[in-house]
């Protein structure tokens, strides 16, 4: 990784995505991982993705667990850092402002919050978002927010970061490649 650079990581459910964006930061220390996922002992499933995630880390790598105020532990240090993932925090984001029966852009300004902290960022920070865009639209208005907002913030962040990976069946295809630019 070039110093400072931002990289977003796109791509689908088990498409590899996060492995990938782990991959970025092998040969950096130290590094911050930045989980937004937010744990249900009720629910074995998401445990186990969870478990999933932790047991492939590098024990030596520091975890902040950030599920709501995400623009501040972006902010908070410029050490090197993966935010994973930031469509559990959009969601999380909506369940509490109790939004999904509100209109589109009800988030906006917590995205926008997010898109700052990642520009103003001067480590390597590496983003890991899904892409739900390429299927097809939703049965459920909840499931339509969700693919719009997360297709609008996706949008955003590719615009301020430096390089952009979409993930397709553990392969990465790089969209952009940008040199970083200087922080100021």
Same mark, same amino acid.
């Given at each position: 990784?070039?110093?400072?650079?931002?990289?977003?990581?796109?791509?689908?459910?088990?498409?590899?995505?996060?492995?990938?964006?782990?991959?970025?930061?092998?040969?950096?220390?130290?590094?911050?991982?930045?989980?937004?996922?937010?744990?249900? !002992?009720?629910?074995?499933?998401?445990?186990?993705?969870?478990?999933?995630?932790?047991?492939?880390?590098?024990?030596?790598?520091?975890?902040?667990?950030?599920?709501?105020?995400?623009?501040?532990?972006?902010?908070?240090s410029d050490d090197s850092t993966i935010v994973d993932d930031l469509g559990t925090w959009l969601t999380h984001t909506i369940d509490d402002l109790n939004a999904w029966d509100s209109p589109r852009g009800t988030v906006?300004?917590?995205?926008?919050?997010?898109?700052?902290?990642?520009?103003?960022?001067?480590?390597?920070?590496?983003?890991?978002? !899904?892409?739900?865009?390429?299927?097809?639209?939703?049965?459920?208005?909840?499931?339509?927010?969700?693919?719009?907002?997360?297709?609008?913030?996706?949008?955003?962040?590719?615009?301020?970061?430096?390089?952009?990976?979409?993930?397709?069946?553990?392969?990465?295809?790089?969209?952009?490649?940008? !040199?970083?630019? !200087?922080?100021?």
């Amino acid at each position: 990784m070039t110093p400072g650079q931002r990289i977003l990581v796109l791509g689908g459910t088990r498409s590899g995505k996060s492995a990938y964006a782990e991959s970025l930061v092998d040969s950096v220390s130290p590094v911050r991982y930045v989980a937004t996922g937010r744990r249900d !002992p009720s629910d074995a499933d998401w445990q186990a993705r969870i478990d999933s995630h932790v047991a492939r880390r590098p024990a030596e790598w520091t975890t902040v667990e950030a599920s709501s105020d995400l623009p501040a532990v972006i902010g908070g240090s410029d050490d090197s850092t993966i935010v994973d993932d930031l469509g559990t925090w959009l969601t999380h984001t909506i369940d509490d402002l109790n939004a999904w029966d509100s209109p589109r852009g009800t988030v906006a300004s917590r995205v926008d919050a997010v898109v700052h902290a990642v520009a103003a960022h001067s480590g390597h920070l590496v983003l890991v978002s !899904p892409e739900v865009g390429m299927s097809v639209v939703p049965e459920t208005r909840s499931g339509r927010l969700f693919q719009d907002e997360i297709g609008a913030m996706n949008s955003s962040l590719a615009a301020v970061c430096d390089t952009v990976v979409l993930v397709v069946a553990g392969l990465p295809l790089t969209l952009k490649s940008d !040199p970083p630019s !200087p922080h100021s």
